[in-house]
């Protein structure tokens, strides 16, 4: 194993804490990763990394190599792309995660053509709705939905996210139609309490370039928007989601849109990666098409 890929193993042990995970990460056998941080500590003359029976953990000559090696490997694959015949492709394992509804209806679908794109580009599409550590889980970019927390991420904006105000034919039937905000007080929502919340979210809208919310009342609380979607088509209640997650239900007539010119507002969408100096490209390209991806089916 040649230094870059030294390096290459070494970044990914630090980022997952174990030998174990980054192996499998990457792909490897264990032994294969072991040695190959043997051989790096024994070329540089250094311990870089604190070994326990649970974890590893970086020494401070690991905290000093980290930044460089990543410089270095990116470097080192940006090098190796420049002479690529195509002029575009990337090549290598790609590690991302969307909240699951986007990886489903949105992202899954048009991978295809990504791949078409790079044959030589391995993705490792992960799904979730919870905000997961890109370093700790070895994640190399992820999707984040609504407001950015403060941290050493490196955010790139992907665009807005339009949310509109649902319900089913037969909660309209049983409860009428509302035709302004001032209606809301006499119905019910299904209310969402998303888990890193812990409460429900209001009901927003924007009236006179203002935000206003209201607490609706509602006698079913959810905490999963597969759950919170399938409560509305069983005429529970009114919904608040993005456009893209019930256009198939629209299309079907299973559910209506209302309260048209009260929408919530957009939520923004960025895509995150740890703070680093040189992107790999592969993450570039994937913030392209990705990018591409949303334009084209989140935002109508």
């Known amino acids: 194993m040649d230094l870059i890929d030294q390096l290459r193993v070494f970044t990914r042990v630090a980022h997952s804490g174990g030998f174990t995970a980054a192996a499998q990460q990457l792909g490897l056998p264990r032994t294969t990763v072991s040695f190959a941080i043997q051989q790096l500590e024994g070329r540089l003359g250094a311990r870089l990394l604190n070994r326990t029976t649970r974890r590893v953990s970086l020494t401070q000559d690991g905290e000093a190599m980290l930044e460089r090696a990543l410089l270095l490997v990116a470097e080192a694959e940006e090098l190796t792309h420049q002479f690529d015949p195509s002029g575009t492709a990337v090549s290598g394992r790609l590690r991302v995660d969307l909240p699951s509804r986007m990886a489903r209806l949105l992202a899954a679908p048009a991978l295809p053509a990504l791949l078409a794109r790079h044959p030589g580009l391995v993705v490792e599409l992960g799904s979730s709705d919870r905000a997961v550590d890109l370093v700790l889980d070895g994640v190399d970019c ?151 991806v949303l334009a084209a089916t989140a935002d109508g």
């Open 142 to 292: 992820a999707l984040r939905v609504g407001g950015l927390s403060a941290s050493s991420l490196v955010a790139r904006p992907l665009g807005m996210l339009r949310l509109g105000n649902y319900a089913s034919p037969a909660y309209l039937a049983a409860h009428g139609v509302p035709q302004t905000p001032e209606d809301l007080p006499a119905h019910c929502a299904v209310n969402y309490a998303p888990p890193s919340l812990g409460r429900a979210v209001p009901w927003e809208w924007t009236q006179d370039g203002e935000l206003r919310t209201l607490d609706l009342g509602g006698r079913v609380t959810v905490n999963n928007v597969e759950t919170y979607i399938a409560c509305c088509l069983a005429g529970v209640g009114l919904i608040q989601v993005p456009v893209y997650d019930v256009r198939a239900h629209l299309a079907a007539g299973e559910l209506v849109e209302v309260l048209h010119d009260w929408p919530a507002p957009p939520m923004p969408m960025n895509l995150v990666h740890a703070h680093r100096r040189h992107l790999s490209r592969r993450v570039l390209v994937f913030a392209d098409w990705l990018t591409e």
